[in-house]
């Protein structure tokens, strides 16, 4: 997954751009960067780690002055996790510079990159990003144009901004997959992955980027806006608001927040015969859930889970028993809190099953009676090959086995998933029933072609 913002028409673009790429952090964590133009020549500069640790005030000031500027944190979900690979890609072609910072993942890419590589093309990172340099490379027309004709030829998700000069230019695929929106602040335009970006800077959300759509913005004016191609059936990542984006973004006209309330609200509904003690969430990610269960269901909402927000990514973890401390050290429950209670704990999804084992243990050793697990989305029977970081299907535990052998495998009383038609009301528009989701990682049904892969992994429970 990754996180893209671009800014124009100001004379803190890279500031701006800093600061939004911070908020826009838990898109990606292993490299950032950005890429500056409008006043000299255009500049990159990448790091890997948090936009926090590199983009320093001798860097935005001193080394990326410009007006325009755009940028990225990147998740790796396609390629190697390196420097190479870390985004905008600046590139120098008939058209003058030209950066893209991309989220998604573009599902034609290896058929492509045969064709180009016949063709003697050179590719210099391993992402499927860079597919996108040589199609604009080889366009014809104006920028808008070759933006165009280039996009047409790719399948799968992207959400794009593109810099050349003073010009942003902002891109979703026809389905929608990844989010996009337009802002403003003051006279600037801005573009970002999520609103929260936008209202962080100081700007107001103004509307998402259509699915299909590709605007040009320019000196503070939205010069071109136009659909690249018709839009087929809407089909955006509904995992958005289950877990990957902020809480205070909108999302199909309402808060992530909202959405993630009205989970847990029906998750009290489906689970109206189990009675407990208190309510309590797997911090952060089930935070919100928990709340809208304890408010429909009137039991007791609990923080009996402390999180420790400093262990960072790349704690050192030498051996066994020091890797069995990170887990205690991440999140520990309140004992006096927890003990002789009888709990239901939320969290968004099960992936693997292994965080969720290992607090239903730190959970038992605070001999709490019973605990009944509450997942605010369906089981996930699918990988993601539209850009979230989801493994091979034979890694997937509920693909592999039915709720009863999770709910054994985990040790719960019991086990209830949000249902996927709870789910689509929850992050539907308001009153709405509008299907406008994709939900590939809860049916294992994927709208767009590619290479299936994945075996199967049966528990041993
Ligand atoms: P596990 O079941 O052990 O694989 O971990 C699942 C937990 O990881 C969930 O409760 C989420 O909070 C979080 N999670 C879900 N999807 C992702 C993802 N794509 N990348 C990182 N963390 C995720």
Request: hydrophobic share 40%; charged share 20%.
């Given at each position: 997954?990754?996180g893209i913002?671009?800014?124009?028409n100001?004379?803190n673009a890279s500031i701006?751009?800093s600061?939004?790429l911070?908020?826009l952090q838990?898109?990606g964590?292993?490299?950032?960067g950005?890429t500056?133009s409008g006043k000299?020549?255009?500049?990159?500069f990448?790091?890997?780690?948090?936009?926090?640790?590199f983009?320093?005030?001798?860097?935005?000031?001193?080394?990326?002055?410009?007006?325009?500027?755009i940028g990225?944190v990147r998740?790796t979900?396609?390629?190697?996790?390196?420097?190479?690979?870390?985004?905008p890609?600046?590139?120098?072609?008939?058209?003058?510079n030209?950066?893209?910072a991309?989220?998604?993942?573009?599902?034609?890419?290896?058929?492509?990159?045969?064709?180009?590589l016949k063709?003697?093309a050179?590719f210099?990172?391993?992402?499927?990003?860079?597919?996108?340099?040589?199609?604009i490379?080889?366009?014809?027309?104006?920028l808008a144009?070759?933006?165009?004709?280039?996009l047409?030829?790719?399948?799968?998700?992207f959400s794009?901004?593109i810099?050349?000069?003073?010009?942003?230019?902002?891109?979703?695929?026809?389905?929608?997959?990844?989010?996009l929106?337009?802002?403003?602040?003051?006279s600037?335009y801005?573009i970002?992955?999520e609103s929260?970006?936008?209202?962080?800077?100081g700007?107001?959300?103004v509307?998402d980027v259509?699915p299909?759509?590709?605007?040009?913005?320019?000196?503070?004016q939205?010069?071109?806006s136009f659909?690249y191609?018709?839009?087929k059936?809407?089909?955006?990542c509904?995992f958005?608001?289950?877990?990957?984006?902020?809480p205070?973004s909108?999302?199909?006209g309402?808060?992530?927040?909202?959405a993630?309330v009205?989970?847990?609200?029906?998750l009290?509904?489906?689970?109206r015969?189990i009675?407990?003690?208190?309510?309590?969430?797997?911090p952060?990610?089930?935070y919100?859930?928990?709340?809208?269960?304890?408010?429909?269901?009137n039991?007791?909402f609990?923080?009996?889970?402390?999180?420790?927000h400093?262990?960072?990514?790349?704690?050192?973890k030498?051996?066994?028993?020091?890797?069995?401390?990170?887990?205690?050290?991440?999140l520990r429950?309140?004992?006096?809190l927890?003990a002789?209670?009888?709990?239901i704990l939320?969290d968004?999804?099960?992936?693997?099953g292994?965080?969720?084992?290992?607090l239903?243990n730190?959970?038992?050793?605070?001999?709490?009676?019973?605990?009944?697990?509450?997942?605010?989305c369906?089981?996930?029977v699918?990988?993601c090959?539209?850009?979230i970081?989801?493994p091979?299907k034979?890694?997937?535990?509920?693909?592999?086995?039915s709720?009863?052998?999770?709910r054994?495998?985990l040790g719960v009383?019991?086990l209830?998933?949000?249902s996927?038609?709870n789910?689509?009301k929850a992050?539907s528009?308001?009153?709405k029933k509008?299907?406008?989701f994709?939900k590939s990682?809860?049916?294992?049904?994927?709208i767009?072609?590619?290479?299936?892969?994945g075996?199967?992994?049966k528990?041993n429970v």
């Amino acid at each position: 997954m990754c996180g893209i913002i671009g800014i124009e028409n100001n004379e803190n673009a890279s500031i701006l751009a800093s600061l939004g790429l911070v908020t826009l952090q838990h898109r990606g964590e292993e490299s950032a960067g950005i890429t500056i133009s409008g006043k000299g020549k255009m500049k990159t500069f990448t790091a890997m780690g948090l936009v926090s640790e590199f983009f320093n005030e001798d860097i935005l000031l001193n080394k990326l002055p410009g007006t325009a500027a755009i940028g990225h944190v990147r998740y790796t979900t396609s390629a190697k996790s390196s420097l190479i690979n870390a985004q905008p890609f600046q590139m120098s072609c008939i058209h003058g510079n030209i950066a893209v910072a991309h989220n998604g993942n573009i599902t034609n890419f290896p058929k492509l990159k045969q064709e180009l590589l016949k063709k003697g093309a050179i590719f210099n990172h391993t992402s499927d990003t860079e597919i996108l340099l040589h199609l604009i490379a080889m366009s014809k027309g104006s920028l808008a144009n070759i933006v165009a004709t280039s996009l047409c030829k790719l399948e799968g998700a992207f959400s794009l901004v593109i810099l050349k000069d003073k010009t942003i230019v902002g891109a979703r695929d026809e389905y929608g997959f990844r989010p996009l929106v337009l802002g403003k602040v003051d006279s600037s335009y801005i573009i970002a992955s999520e609103s929260a970006a936008v209202e962080v800077i100081g700007g107001t959300y103004v509307r998402d980027v259509k699915p299909g759509e590709v605007v040009v913005i320019e000196n503070g004016q939205i010069k071109k806006s136009f659909l690249y191609k018709q839009p087929k059936k809407q089909n955006t990542c509904i995992f958005e608001q289950v877990y990957f984006s902020r809480p205070d973004s909108i999302m199909f006209g309402k808060t992530v927040e909202a959405a993630r309330v009205k989970m847990g609200q029906f998750l009290a509904r489906q689970m109206r015969d189990i009675k407990a003690d208190i309510v309590m969430p797997v911090p952060d990610s089930g935070y919100f859930a928990a709340l809208g269960f304890a408010r429909a269901s009137n039991i007791p909402f609990e923080n009996g889970f402390i999180k420790n927000h400093y262990v960072g990514r790349s704690f050192i973890k030498p051996s066994q028993s020091l890797r069995d401390l990170t887990t205690k050290l991440k999140l520990r429950p309140i004992k006096e809190l927890v003990a002789g209670k009888e709990i239901i704990l939320i969290d968004d999804s099960i992936v693997r099953g292994t965080t969720s084992r290992e607090l239903i243990n730190l959970l038992k050793n605070c001999d709490v009676k019973k605990i009944h697990f509450a997942i605010s989305c369906p089981p996930i029977v699918g990988p993601c090959y539209y850009g979230i970081d989801t493994p091979n299907k034979e890694y997937l535990i509920a693909a592999n086995n039915s709720v009863e052998e999770i709910r054994k495998y985990l040790g719960v009383e019991s086990l209830t998933f949000l249902s996927l038609e709870n789910l689509v009301k929850a992050c539907s528009y308001e009153g709405k029933k509008d299907n406008l989701f994709c939900k590939s990682c809860f049916t294992g049904k994927y709208i767009t072609k590619f290479q299936r892969m994945g075996l199967s992994k049966k528990l041993n429970v």
